[in-house]
């Protein structure tokens, strides 16, 4: 079974990376990713961008599916 996990963001650059490193580091690799940016006037989108590039998940067989969506005023 496939889940879904949803992390909103607005403004939450100190904690995204830590998120989606939590995430990634999970037992459970049958997820897709959905962030869904309203708006931050952070650099929270420019974060979880790099997060998702370079901390690629671990090695698994089932590869997970990331999706980024903006909201842009």
């Known amino acids: 079974m496939k889940i ?3 992390i909103p963001l607005y ?3 100190p904690h995204i990376k830590q998120c989606i490193e939590s ?3 999970q037992s459970y690799k049958n997820y897709e990713l959905i962030i869904i ?3 931050s ?3 929270s989108l420019e974060i979880a961008q790099k997060c998702i590039k370079r901390l ?3 090695h698994h067989s ?3 599916t990331y999706v ?3 909201n842009k005023y």
């Open 23 to 25: 995430l990634f580091n």
């Open 37 to 39: 940016n309203d708006g």
């Open 4 to 6: 879904s996990v949803i």
């Open 62 to 64: 089932l590869k997970p």
């Open 68 to 70: 980024l969506v903006c």
């Open 11 to 13: 403004n939450a650059e």
């Open 56 to 58: 690629k998940p671990p």
């Open 41 to 43: 006037t952070d650099h």
